[in-house]
């Protein structure tokens, strides 16, 4: 029953595999990058609330660090397994590669449910993360992160762990720290510009002047906001948003043909990032089905709500003049969607490259952290683009060269950057 | 005299009388006042002047009796022309005076004297037994200086002083005292004692030897100087035995309860009105000094006595309140009742409820030291009988019989008569008492709340059936006099609204003699702005009935805490939600990550407004903004959110205008002993009442108060069930033994099982996704409440998605129930998620959750019946029939031979049971009852029913192209509550002009069963038919409604048209 069942570490090499075979790549790298370099398996005991002892599992997964100290998440789930943590670890560290960062790719997690432990207990639960693997994570090893159901707050409890355990200060141990605590500006921002840096290159190389272009994006949270005003600001027309609407349970889709305004919208938005439908009529705005996004006519699409948006089904629905998607969050496009695309000759932005600005802003994070000096926003954000655009670059040109569809093409110059990274370190 | 005489004779003669009659009393005065006169002298006097204020004083004679002394005029012979009046001495008979002729006299009016001789010798008497108290009083006076002397001489003991001067001053007691000391001395063994007593029966015994066969003839009364010998005997013995300071520590108790005698007397006496015991309370404190030193029976049986006169006659109730309350604590409480004049009635449920818990809460004991800051809202209360003295002060008592109409009728004239009420006039007596709590309270804004007869009885769920209302109580005294009695007047009339009738007839109490109390209360809190409100207020439990985490007990306790009045943690409000949190385990919060914080997070206040003088509800944000500031820690109720992370806002202070700002209540309960506090009142509040409680509270910034409280097993759709034991094993579907809450699903026709094993299976995470969406159309499709999901692991599971299935809260809002099934995978049994995603969703719309673990021991799962029964599900969804493997839909009654499921939840046990049942209209009843919003009863449906009929048989097919019509949804599954739609399909071929036509025919259907729908339950709606027109290629294709009609289960029922 076990080996029919789903399982994420499976999917992850079966898409290395096929990466691997069509970069030609030897067995011996083959089976190195197939599988993690490291796992820690630790147990934490916590001294409950109550007084009593829980023992949770803990786990460490470092994939690959050839080319920099491992990064990745911690992840707080009741029903974590090894294998969902090294299958993230894995694509981490293809993550890292395609935007030329140097990291490497790690995971971490602890099989609990924050539902059930207060904050003392969850507190307990991070300082005994770190000082279990505390000889094999740190600012120059692996650096951790926030992920599921972990916040800034775990992350400086860990930081703090560290730096009593080591007897030093070490901003850069660990990522997604608030500002003034060792976060970084801009990261608010970094997601949604970093869709919009490389959906900017692409219309550049397809020879589509932005701003005689117009666009529809799904979800109205961080990296729809941010997309939408750097694509207004470069001239672009964004024509609707999509929302979750809490009291009626379903999203809808806010259009206005001749260009939503961004600053209107938010200011009829409560904080919770819902939308009121009856002043947005009010201001001229069609509201329409939580799907009709999709369905605009436009030249391109920023799905960044959920996965599986753009499916066999939805896909059907595309505009004939749609030539571009960007895909701001992760795996909103299936595999039988990406056939359409391919035939219809529509140019994907994949994910793992254009939603990459989060974890090279966590990059920049940790190397202020590290030299103890913190930039600007702007300057922030323009390193951001500097990263970010020759990722794309270098994509689109393998792609080019290859022949390939942009999301094979990103994969390949990942895994070959890790691969060349191991080889000249001589472990292959 | 002789009816002869000429008028104007008989008043000349009349005149002459009572001239005499008043010189004699001139006379009878002059000598009463020489005090320097003995008594005897004085007496003696009084038979030589009285025979001068009479008609015939010459043969007038006197005698005057007074205790064993008797005067008489010289000569005194007896007659039978005798008048004679009692002399009293404060009420006792001490002796009397009569005055009577020596030979015949003429008759007036029958009587040998004048009416007004009557009235003479009647002041004559009264004016001696004044003289007579006089007389005493000075000797007392007397007595005493010597006494103080004595006792500042050292020349006796002091007791000895006390007994000695009681002897010559007050023998009565003096006796009562020397009984009380001599069962003392005896019952601590003095054999002195008990010989005294010997010999008391001894005389007793002989008697009753004598009358051993008479035995109703009474025992000889002992004389009064035979009593003082005894008590003379007894308190020399006790001087030998006792301690000086014990015998007068005693002698001062036994005197102390003597005082309390009348306060006894009065409140036994159930005749006498509540004005009289109230005087007698306010008394008795005054004489007392407020020390209240009663002899711990005594105590007690005033204690029951004042608790059965003002709260309740319940023996629960009472049993508990004896323990707590307290003789003195009722003086306190009678300063603040209002009451009609020569009332009875009692201050009702609310009230008694939230001044026992008062009083167990202010009691010194282990919660002391948390509880000292504790506070309870100043209260005024109106006696209940006061509605009925208002009714009949305006002549209004007609409106008792309104129960008695149709319901249809009652809510038709609901609206006259709360204007009726509000337009009548209070009593003056309730006026002047409502104008002193006014002066009392000040401007402070005020909560009228009912207390009502039916409230007190325990068990019933009367909360929120009448009405509370809040008053800003600004402006000058006459308008907040004015605002007041017109809000007792519209709660008073709640009574008489159509909601609490119905609901008392549906429970057999509408014969309860109801009677409705006023808590006039001040509402805790202070100005923020031109608001009035509480820092935050909510309510708490007892025993928490939803607990989102394996690690939390019932016992641990629930409170719903909102900013503002409480008004929004009492009622579930649809679009917002109360922070929640454990008392007894604080820090495990139902949401935990930022997101989850932030969309459970309340958005609304409600506030009174003190400039409108209405109370309102508005955005906390706006609140926030316009004067944040003023707010009292507000720092303690909201959380700061930024760069993903939410925390307590900084030293620095808020920026409200900026700062992305959710109520989490994070301070409050981290960083101040508020839930300290509560878990200790509701732990207390259990223990001492015996029972889980239910309470309201409310808090400044500063203090916290108590506002309400209540036994909680009244509260409504958290009734533990009774588990049944003899059910067949066969009949059982499931049973369960871990984290079960209290409820009950009556009557389940369908489930949705996900098989968890196959769902295993399956390989591709988007198959999973589908199962979600599957699960999110049959919610749709289903009858409303009557089916249950279950399934394995973690419904709503948001990261791997193999642990549970996707679904979000609209995809199963209509479930009855969430069963999560725990299968053992190899020695691991995966965790439940305990609905956390969308817990408070669950909570507000009162769906239940329940666990399964099928292979812990001694469990049931009835696996073979879920797999075995017909699966509808590719019937129902067609175009998912792939997954029909896994997704299996069970229409019960088809399965299991007409019969439905039912499922028990008893926490108390903590036992749960599902099992096949036979489906009986009772529990349909209650099971709408569990329902926030929506009651019903069979009425609703099946008058829904008729009306879809007719509609049909009314509509003629040729006319308006109408191939055939069905009826589907609550109307045709008999779940329709008052609020529900008629729901009908149309199987229409006509042309657009039909159409038309026809659009316009149903909407006039619609706007009449509408006005209808709302005479009859009070749910206002804009029409009542939900109508869908399906073409002949709908019907091909099975789009959308299409799909009822011939449906697998739960098919739409066809109706008959008109026939041609």
Redesign the interface.
């Known amino acids: ?1 076990a080996d ?3 399982n ?1 570490f499976k999917m992850a090499q079966q898409q290395f595999d096929g990466v691997a075979e069509q970069l030609g790549l030897d067995p011996g790298t083959r089976d190195l990058l197939r599988n993690p370099l490291r796992e820690y398996h630790f147990s934490i005991p916590v001294k409950m ?2 007084g009593t002892v829980k023992v949770f599992q803990g786990f460490r997964v470092q994939h690959n660090d050839s080319r920099g100290p491992c990064k990745g998440g911690i ?1 707080f ?3 974590e ?1 090894i294998d ?1 943590v090294k299958a993230l670890a894995t694509w981490m560290t293809w993550k890292c590669a395609v935007v030329d960062i140097p990291l490497g790719g790690g995971k971490g997690g602890v099989i609990c ?9 969850q507190e307990q639960i991070c300082r005994g993360w770190v000082r279990q693997v505390v000889r094999n994570v740190g600012p120059l090893q692996d650096v951790p992160a ?1 992920d ?2 972990t ?3 775990h992350m400086i409890w860990m930081m703090d762990e560290y730096e009593k355990l080591t007897g030093a200060k070490y901003p850069g141990f660990i990522t ?1 720290k ?2 003034g605590m060792g ?1 970084s500006l801009g ?2 921002e970094a997601t949604g510009f970093g869709v919009i840096y490389t959906l900017r290159e692409a219309l550049s190389e397809l020879g589509i002047e932005i701003k005689n272009t117009s666009a529809a994006f799904q979800g109205f949270g961080n990296v729809s906001q941010y997309a939408v005003r750097l694509y207004q600001e470069y001239g672009g027309k964004a024509v609707c948003v999509s929302c979750w609407d ?2 009626d ?2 999203s809808y889709t806010f259009i206005k043909k001749s260009g939503i305004d961004l600053d209107e919208l938010l200011g009829i938005t ?3 990032g819902g939308i009121d439908k009856a002043k947005a009529k009010g201001l001229g705005y069609e509201v329409a089905d939580a799907e009709a996004w999709i369905g605009q006519d436009v030249d391109i699409l920023v799905p960044a709500a959920l996965e ?1 948006q753009i ?1 066999a089904e939805t896909v059907q629905k595309i505009s004939a003049k749609m030539k571009v998607v960007a895909e701001g969050a992760n795996g909103p496009t ?1 595999p039988e969607a990406d056939e359409v695309f391919k035939k219809k000759n529509i140019f994907v932005i994949p994910d793992f490259l254009a939603n990459a600005g989060g974890v090279t802003c966590s990059y920049f994070e940790q190397v202020q952290c590290n030299m103890n000096y913190f930039w600007t926003k702007e300057e922030v954000l323009s390193k951001l683009d500097n990263v970010m655009t020759a990722a794309f670059h270098a994509v689109y040109g393998l792609a080019k060269q290859k022949k390939a569809f942009m999301r094979d093409a990103a994969y390949m110059i990942a895994v070959a950057r890790v691969a060349e990274a191991c080889r000249l370190r001589g472990w292959v | 005299m002789n009816n002869s005489q000429n008028p104007i004779d008989k008043l000349l003669h009349d005149m002459r009388e009572r001239a005499k009659e008043l010189n004699c009393l001139y006379q009878v005065e002059e000598l009463l006042t020489r005090t320097n006169l003995p008594l005897s002298e004085i007496f003696t006097q009084l038979l030589q002047v009285i025979p001068g204020g009479y008609q015939f004083p010459n043969i007038c004679q006197v005698r005057i009796v007074h205790e064993d002394h008797t005067y008489q005029s010289p000569g005194f012979t007896p007659s039978t022309r005798v008048q004679r009046v009692d002399i009293k001495e404060e009420e006792k008979v001490i002796g009397f005076i009569e005055v009577s002729y020596t030979r015949d006299v003429p008759q007036t009016e029958n009587s040998y004297f004048l009416k007004d001789e009557q009235k003479l010798l009647q002041t004559i008497a009264e004016r001696i037994g004044r003289t007579v108290l006089h007389f005493k009083l000075e000797q007392v006076s007397r007595e005493w200086e010597t006494a103080q002397k004595d006792l500042s001489d050292k020349i006796k003991k002091e007791w000895m002083v006390v007994i000695d001067l009681l002897r010559r001053t007050d023998q009565n007691l003096y006796i009562h005292l020397g009984r009380k000391m001599v069962y003392h001395l005896f019952w601590n063994g003095v054999m002195e004692a008990k010989e005294l007593l010997k010999s008391l029966s001894k005389d007793q015994g002989a008697a009753q030897t004598e009358m051993s066969d008479d035995m109703n003839r009474p025992s000889q009364k002992k004389s009064q100087l035979e009593l003082l010998e005894l008590s003379d005997k007894t308190f020399r013995i006790a001087a030998r035995y006792l301690s000086d300071s014990d015998i007068l520590g005693r002698i001062q108790k036994w005197i102390q309860e003597d005082k309390a005698s009348f306060l006894s007397r009065a409140i036994n006496n159930i005749d006498m009105p509540l004005v009289d015991v109230i005087n007698a309370i306010t008394h008795y404190h005054y004489i007392s000094g407020g020390t209240y030193e009663l002899s711990p029976p005594m105590e007690k049986g005033l204690r029951v006595s004042l608790i059965r006169r003002f709260f309740s006659d319940q023996l629960d109730f009472i049993n508990i309140a004896k323990n707590h309350i307290e003789v003195r604590h009722f003086y306190d409480l009678v300063q603040r009742i209002i009451y009609p004049a020569n009332g009875y009635g009692r201050l009702g449920g609310k009230s008694a409820g939230l001044f026992l818990a008062q009083k167990i809460l202010t009691k010194p004991g282990d919660h002391s030291e948390v509880l000292c800051e504790l506070k309870f809202p100043k209260t005024w209360y109106i006696t209940t009988d006061a509605i009925l003295n208002f009714l009949s002060y305006n002549n209004l008592e007609e409106v008792n019989e309104q129960k008695y109409k149709e319901i249809d009728q009652i809510r038709l004239e609901y609206h006259n008569v709360v204007q009726l009420l509000k337009n009548a006039h209070f009593p003056i007596e309730i006026i002047k008492g409502l104008s002193m709590a006014l002066d009392d309270l000040g401007n402070k804004p005020l909560i009228v709340r009912s207390s009502s007869l039916l409230e007190d009885r325990m068990g019933m769920a009367f909360s929120g059936k009448y009405k509370s209302l809040f008053l800003a109580n600004q402006g000058t005294k006459q308008e907040r006099l004015d605002a007041l009695t017109d809000a007792i007047a519209e709660v008073y009339a709640s009574i008489f609204g159509p909601d609490p009738i119905e609901y008392r007839a549906e429970r057999g109490l509408l014969d309860f003699h109801e009677e409705m109390g006023i808590m006039i209360q001040e509402v805790v809190g202070q100005k923020v702005g031109d608001y009035y409100l509480p820092a935050f207020a909510g309510v708490a439990f007892s025993n928490n009935e939803f607990r989102w985490s394996p690690r939390i007990k019932r016992e641990d306790g629930l409170a719903r805490l909102v900013p503002g009045l409480g008004t929004r943690a009492v009622d579930r409000v649809s679009d917002d939600y109360p922070i929640l949190i454990s008392p007894g385990i604080p820090n495990l919060r139902v949401n935990v990550t930022a997101d989850e914080t932030m969309r459970y997070s309340p958005r609304r206040i409600d506030v009174i407004n003190l400039k409108t003088c209405s109370f309102e509800s508005m955005e906390i944000t706006a609140l926030l903004t316009e004067c944040g500031s003023q707010y009292p820690g507000i720092e303690n109720i909201v959380s700061v959110y930024e760069d993903d992370h939410i925390y307590s806002p900084s030293a620095l202070g808020l920026d409200f205008s900026k700062a992305n700002l959710f109520v989490t209540f994070e301070g409050w309960i981290s960083r101040t002993p508020f839930v300290k506090q509560l878990q200790c009142m509701l732990k207390t509040l259990q223990e001492k009442m015996s029972t889980p409680v239910d309470i309201e509270f409310a808090h400044d910034g500063r203090q916290l108060y108590l506002l309400q409280c209540r036994p909680q097993s009244s509260t409504a759709g958290n009734v533990a069930s009774l588990i049944p034991k003899d059910i067949a094993e066969d009949r059982i579907i499931f049973t369960a033994n871990r984290y079960i809450s209290n409820g009950k699903l009556p009557d389940i026709t369908h489930i949705v099982y996900v098989d968890p094993e196959n769902y295993s299976l399956l390989e591709r995470s988007e198959q999973m996704i589908e199962v979600g969406q599957a699960v999110g159309k049959l919610n749709k499709l289903l009858p409303k409440r009557r089916f249950i999901l279950m399934g394995p692991g973690r419904w709503g599971s948001r990261g791997d998605i193999k642990l549970g299935v996707p679904v979000t809260y609209s995809d199963f809002n209509n479930t009855a129930a969430l069963i999560e099934i725990a299968r053992k995978k190899g020695n691991y049994v995966p965790e439940l998620s305990f609905g956390t995603h969308f817990f408070q969703d669950l909570v507000e719309s009162s769906i239940r959750y329940l666990p399964l673990y099928p292979d812990d021991p001694g469990i049931i799962f009835n696996e073979r019946f879920l797999l075995d029964a017909q699966n509808y599900f590719p019937d129902i969804l067609p175009e998912s029939a792939a997954l029909a493997d896994t997704i299996r839909v069970i229409e019960v009654p088809r399965a299991a031979s007409g019969r439905v499921l039912r499922v028990l939840m008893n926490a108390d046990l903590g036992e749960a049971l599902g099992f096949l049942a036979t489906p009986d209209s009772q529990a349909s009843a209650e099971r709408e009852r569990v329902e926030v919003s929506e009651t019903a009863s069979d009425d609703h449906w099946g008058w829904r029913l008729r009306m879809a009929e007719r509609i049909a048989g009314q509509l003629d097919p040729g006319r308006f192209g109408v191939k055939a019509m069905y009826v589907f949804g609550s109307t045709k599954n008999a779940t329709a509550g008052p609020g529900s739609d008629i729901d009908l399909l149309i199987h229409f071929q006509g042309s657009e002009r039909q159409k038309q036509e026809l659009v316009l025919w149903l909407e006039g259907w619609s706007l009449c069963l509408a006005e209808i729908n709302y005479s009859r339950t009070g749910y206002k709606s804009g029409g009542l038919l939900d109508y869908h027109l399906l073409t002949d290629e709908d019907i091909a294709k099975k789009t959308s409604f299409a799909v009822k009609i011939d449906a697998a289960t739960n098919a739409a029922r066809p109706l008959a048209l008109k026939s041609q």
């Open positions: 029953m029919k069942s789903f994420a609330d109550d992840r789930h009741p029903q397994t969902t449910d924050p539902h059930n432990l207060s904050m003392r207990e926030p599921v159901m916040n800034a707050q997604g608030p500002v976060g990261r608010t809490q009291k349970n379903k409560d904080k919770f599986n499916n299936t």
